[in-house]
Every structure is written in C-alpha cells, then in structure tokens.
C-alpha cells in the first residue's frame, strides 16, 4: 500500500523559508491516484490544509498560504515537497504530507508527520 | 475560528454511545460536498474513519459510523472503548474558500 514519509529540516529560522519533502512509496507518484497534498497542525490545535500537486503539475493552494507557499513533484525520485517563504513564530507546526484519494475524497494515507520550529 | 464547527469535547462511559457532530454552510456540506472523518491519537497522525459521509475503510470497526443531513454531519462510536480516546476531526471541500477544510476537532474522553 502506499506510504508517504517527510523528512527536512526541524528548525528554521524567522522570515527564512521552510523546505520539507515527502517519499512516496507503494505507487508511482505519476499513477494519477491522488493528490499530493500537505496539512499542518500547530501544537494543540487544529488541521490546516496548505496545499496539493497533481501529477500534471497543477497546484491548488490555500489562500490564506498562497503567496508563500510552492508544492512542487520530483517524479524521477517519486518525492512531492513544500516550500513556505516569509516564516514567522505562528508557522511553527507539525507538518503532514498525506495523499488526498481522488476517488474517495479523503486524506489516505498520511505521512508520521514533522515537527518544524520557527525560531532564532 | 474553523469553517466546520465541532464541540471542542464529548465524553462517555465504556460501553456507551456518543455522537459528534460537523456543521457547516451552504458551501459546503450544505452544497453536497462529502464528509470525512478522522481520528488522532495522541502524538500520531490522523487516521482515516468515515469517506463519503457514511463509508468505512477496511479495518475499521463497525462501531464507528457516520451520517449526513443538510449542512450537518455526525460520527457517531457506540460500544465505547478505552482506545477509543482520541481527537476526532471532519473534513469536507470548501467551494467559497476554494480549499479542503477541517472542522476545529473534537476531544472524546472514556469516562
């Protein structure tokens, strides 16, 4: 089955750009199956989406992100990452790479997630 | 202040039944938009419950299920368990907002 793991930095300091990336395993990230996607979730609080690639290479972002945000997929390496410009403290989050079922509508499966820190 | 509106907290005794609801608007639920649901244990990531307002995934229990009607949706868990403590989370697509949306998250405690 498919599975997804995020690896990149922990710690990233304010207004620098946060870079993350994302494996794909189990299927080919070209399959067509899914969207590529990435939530976050501040420590306490809820579920945010910030985005998602389709392997054509169209994006969808949250508006509330959209200026500094850039998902992009390396198909060679079956990897999909993020980009977040402009970090400050309220970036501070765990992050998720999860692959969002075309079919079906619903995050599955998600990566462990990873806990990057906004600070100096 | 999330586009989907849980109750921050539910709780019941083992055995029992409860129910958490999802609300939303016109644009979503309301407009036909699917409800999914989620539950996180603690320091784990999201695992999926209910697609398609009513669906289950293989290997999830039969005591979980969902429902829809109007701008509303609900999970509802009878036969509560002890490993059923966790924070439960819906999603559905948001057409004003043009982005998949979560509600706020709903703690469940076992009594």
């Known amino acids: 089955q498919v599975q997804l793991q995020e690896s990149g930095p922990g710690l990233v300091k304010p207004s620098q750009t946060l870079s993350l990336t994302c494996t794909v395993s189990?299927?080919?990230?070209?399959?067509?199956?899914?969207?590529w996607s990435w939530i976050r979730q501040p420590a306490g609080k809820g579920l945010e989406c910030i985005g998602h690639?389709?392997?054509?290479?169209?994006?969808n972002y949250n508006p509330s992100l959209k200026s500094r945000v850039t998902i992009s997929v390396d198909t060679s390496k079956n990897q999909f990452s993020l980009k977040l410009t402009s970090v400050t403290a309220a970036d501070t989050a765990v992050y998720y790479c999860?692959?969002?079922?075309?079919?079906?509508?619903?995050?599955?499966?998600w990566g462990q997630g990873t806990l990057v820190t906004a600070s100096s | 202040q999330s586009v989907l509106t849980q109750p921050p907290s539910v709780s019941g005794a083992p055995g029992q039944r409860v129910t958490i609801s999802c609300t939303g608007s016109?644009?979503?639920?309301?407009?036909?938009?699917?409800v999914q649901w989620y539950q996180q244990l603690p320091g784990t990531a999201p695992k999926l419950l209910i697609y398609?307002?009513?669906n289950r995934p293989s290997g999830v229990p039969d005591r979980f299920s969902g429902s829809k009607s109007g701008t509303s949706a609900s999970l509802a868990i009878t036969g509560l368990q002890a490993e059923d403590e966790a924070d439960y989370y819906c999603q559905s697509y948001d057409s004003s907002l043009s982005v998949w949306v979560f509600g706020g998250g709903t703690k469940l405690t076992v009594l």
């Open positions: 016109s644009s979503n639920i309301g407009a036909g938009y699917a």
């Open positions: 999860a692959a969002l079922n075309r079919g079906k509508d619903c995050f599955d499966p």
């Open positions: 189990g299927d080919s990230i070209s399959s067509g199956n899914y969207y």
């Open positions: 690639i389709y392997t054509s290479g169209s994006t």
């Open positions: 398609a307002n009513t």
